[in-house]
């Protein structure tokens, strides 16, 4: 890091999104193929939506993904729109009252 560089830090609020693919490894000990072809579409589903919301791609590890967002919202409102894409229901309609 040159001189210039450490007097003038820039930084940069982000929000920050993880995914993954749910029961990934039991998928993998049961079919690998099967596998496969859900971390394709993972990543298909990620390098499609991720524009739409401001986002873009830091890393992949394994089935998992790191997406930067500058606002929190983009970043809930791609989380919320992956889920739906890959056929999950959405969080409110997911969420079922404890008390009845």
Same mark, same amino acid.
């Given at each position: 890091?040159?001189?210039?560089?450490? =007097? !003038?830090? @820039? %930084? $940069?609020?982000?929000?920050?999104?993880?995914?993954?693919?749910?029961?990934?490894?039991?998928?993998?000990? /049961?079919? $690998?193929?099967?596998? *496969?072809?859900?971390?394709?579409? +993972? /990543?298909?589903?990620?390098? @499609?939506?991720?524009? %739409?919301? !401001? &986002?873009?791609?830091? #890393?992949?590890?394994?089935?998992? @993904? *790191?997406?930067?967002?500058?606002? =929190?919202?983009? =970043?809930? !409102?791609?989380?919320? #729109?992956?889920?739906?894409?890959? &056929?999950?229901?959405?969080?409110? @309609? =997911? +969420?079922?009252?404890? *008390?009845?």
């Amino acid at each position: 890091m040159g001189a210039s560089e450490s =007097a !003038n830090p @820039t %930084r $940069e609020l982000a929000a920050i999104m993880f995914s993954d693919i749910a029961g990934y490894t039991a998928i993998m000990g /049961r079919d $690998e193929r099967k596998a *496969l072809r859900a971390l394709d579409d +993972h /990543r298909d589903l990620l390098r @499609t939506i991720l524009p %739409r919301f !401001n &986002g873009r791609l830091v #890393g992949e590890i394994g089935d998992g @993904t *790191l997406s930067s967002f500058h606002s =929190a919202l983009d =970043a809930v !409102n791609c989380a919320r #729109g992956s889920s739906g894409a890959a &056929g999950r229901p959405q969080p409110e @309609t =997911a +969420h079922r009252d404890p *008390l009845g």
